[in-house]
C-alpha cells in the first residue's frame, strides 16, 4: 500500500512539474513575442525600416526566448550559495543604509563640483522665470516648490546659490533613496558582493551621477516608484510592513503623486492591488488611504489658491499631436475640418513645427491659438473621432509616436540644458537672466552622455 501511494505521489508530482513547466513556457513565449513587436514597431517608428516585417518580430522574440529560457535553467540557489561563500572583510551588515548614503553622495557632490551649479531642463528654467503662471502646466507643489529657490536666490541675491543648494538636496534625497534600496537588498538576504556591486553602480554610472545634479522632478519621481515596490513586494509576499516601512510609504506616496499630475494614475490602481491582495492591518490600509487623499488634495487646495486654470491643449496632447500628423502627411481631410484646424494653427505653421515624438514646438507656439481651442472643446472633441476612422493607420502610428518612452525597449534621446547658460543662445532667457541675476550662463556646453537641445 505504502509502495503505491509512494508510486502515485511520485506520478501526481511529474504531472504537476510538467504542468508548471508548460505555463512558464507558455508566459515566456509571451514575453519573447511582446518584445519582439515592441523591437520591431520601434524601428518602424523612428523611420529605420519601411515596413513592419513579421519575420523580423519572430526572429527578435526566438532569440529573446533563447535567452529567457537559458536564463530560467539557472540553478540561482546554488548561484547564492557561491556568492554568499564570498567573504568580504568589513562589511557593513547593519549601517549599509548610512554607508549607501554617504558613498553615493560624496562621488554625486565632487561630479557636481565640475557642473556647479547643477543641471536644469528648459521646463525647470521656464518654472523658475514665472513659477506661477506654468502651474497649469506643471505639478503646482513643484512649482512651489521652485518658487522657493527663486525667492531664496532674490533674498540672497545670488540665484547660482540657491540652485546650487536646490541640486545638493536633490543629490541628497537620492542617495538616501539608493541607500535604502541596498538596506532592501541586504534584509532580503541578497549576497554582499550582489550588494556591493550594486552601490558601485549606483556610484560609476554616468547616467546615474548625470541624474543626481539634474534638478527636474522626473528623477525623484522615478526613485520613489521603485521604493514602491519593494515596498509592494514585502506587503504582498511576506504580508507584513513595519513602521519604518510605513513612514517610507508615506514619502513614497507623497514624492510621487506631488511631483507629476500623473502621479495619481500610478497610485490609484496601485492602492486597490495593495489593498486586494496586500495582507496588512486595517491601521496600515487606512493610513495608506488618507496619505493618498492628502497627497491628491494639496494640489487641489494650492491650484485654487494661486487661480489655476487648466489649459485643454494639455488634455488631449497627444490628439492634437494625431491630427498635427495627418496635415503633416498631406493627407486628405473634409473643408470643415480643416478650416477647424487651422483656426487652432495654420497649416503651414504646424508643418514648419512639428517634430516626431513631441507636441511642445506647436501648442507653444505663438501662432498656437490656445483661446479658440479652450472655447471649441466639444468640437475639437468632434473633428477627431470624424478623423478617426479615416486616418486609423496614422492615428495609430502618431500615437506610437508620442508615446515611445512607455513601450519602446531602446533608450530615448536624454536632453538637458545647463542651469548656466549664456545669452546669445536665446531671447526668452534674456528676460530670465536680467530679472533673476543669474550669471556666467553657457547653454550648450555638452554635459557627457548627454544630448543636449539647440546642439550643433
Known amino acids: 500500500m505504502n509502495i503505491i501511494e509512494g508510486g502515485r505521489e511520485y506520478v501526481l508530482k511529474k504531472i504537476q512539474m510538467k504542468r508548471l513547466k508548460e505555463k512558464n513556457n507558455i508566459l515566456l513565449v509571451v514575453i519573447a513575442v511582446i518584445f519582439g513587436i515592441s523591437y520591431e514597431t520601434d524601428f518602424f517608428i523612428q523611420k529605420m525600416r519601411p515596413c513592419i516585417s513579421i519575420w523580423r518580430i519572430l526572429l527578435a522574440a526566438g532569440v529573446m526566448f533563447i535567452v529567457l529560457k537559458y536564463l530560467n535553467q539557472i540553478d540561482y540557489e546554488r548561484v547564492l550559495d557561491k556568492l554568499n561563500s564570498i567573504n568580504i572583510k568589513k562589511y557593513p551588515q547593519k549601517n549599509i543604509w548610512l554607508v549607501g548614503t554617504c558613498v553615493t553622495f560624496t562621488t554625486y557632490m565632487i561630479c557636481f563640483l565640475a557642473y556647479y551649479p547643477g543641471v536644469g531642463t528648459n521646463d525647470f528654467l521656464n518654472i523658475l522665470n514665472s513659477p506661477s503662471g506654468l502651474a497649469n502646466q506643471f505639478p503646482v507643489c513643484y512649482c512651489a516648490l521652485v518658487d522657493l529657490v527663486k525667492q531664496f536666490g532674490l533674498y540672497i541675491n545670488h540665484m547660482n546659490v540657491a540652485i546650487a543648494i536646490f541640486a545638493i538636496c536633490h543629490m541628497l534625497l537620492l542617495s538616501i533613496f539608493m541607500g535604502d534600496w541596498l538596506e532592501w537588498m541586504s534584509k532580503h538576504k541578497v549576497p554582499p558582493i550582489i550588494c556591493l556591486v550594486t552601490c558601485g553602480y549606483f556610484c560609476l554610472s554616468p547616467t546615474i551621477i548625470q541624474s543626481s545634479y539634474f534638478v527636474t522632478r522626473d528623477i525623484l519621481w ?71 487623499l492628502v497627497g491628491i488634495l494639496i494640489p487641489k487646495y494650492m491650484e485654487k489658491d494661486w487661480g489655476v486654470e487648466h489649459l485643454f491643449k494639455e488634455t488631449v496632447g497627444i490628439p492634437l499631436y494625431q491630427v498635427s500628423s495627418v496635415v503633416v502627411n498631406n493627407e486628405e481631410i473634409t473643408e470643415e475640418e480643416k478650416e477647424f484646424i487651422d483656426s487652432i494653427m495654420s497649416s503651414e505653421s504646424i508643418k514648419a513645427n512639428f517634430t516626431v515624438g513631441t507636441l511642445d514646438p506647436i501648442k507653444w507656439n505663438s501662432e498656437f491659438h490656445t483661446e479658440f481651442l479652450e472655447e471649441n472643446k466639444i468640437e475639437f472633441l468632434s473633428i477627431w473621432f470624424k478623423m478617426l476612422p479615416k486616418h486609423f493607420k496614422t492615428f495609430v502610428k502618431s500615437y506610437l509616436e508620442i508615446t515611445r518612452g512607455f513601450w519602446s525597449p531602446t533608450p530615448g534621446d536624454f536632453s538637458a540644458y545647463y542651469t548656466i547658460l549664456t545669452m546669445e543662445n536665446s531671447e526668452w532667457l534674456v528676460d530670465v537672466v536680467q530679472t533673476l541675476n543669474i550669471n556666467a550662463y553657457n547653454l550648450y556646453d555638452e554635459v557627457p552622455g548627454m544630448h543636449i537641445w539647440g546642439g550643433d
Open 222 to 292: 522615478a526613485a520613489a516608484l521603485i521604493s514602491l515596490v519593494l515596498i509592494s513586494y514585502d506587503i504582498i509576499m511576506e504580508n507584513s510592513i513595519s513602521k519604518i516601512e510605513i513612514i517610507k510609504m508615506i514619502i513614497s506616496i507623497l514624492c510621487v503623486l506631488l511631483l507629476r499630475n500623473n502621479g495619481m494614475y500610478v497610485i490609484l490602481p496601485w492602492m486597490i492591488i495593495i489593498c486586494v491582495l496586500g495582507k496588512i492591518s486595517k491601521k496600515a490600509k487606512i493610513i495608506m488611504i488618507c496619505v493618498v
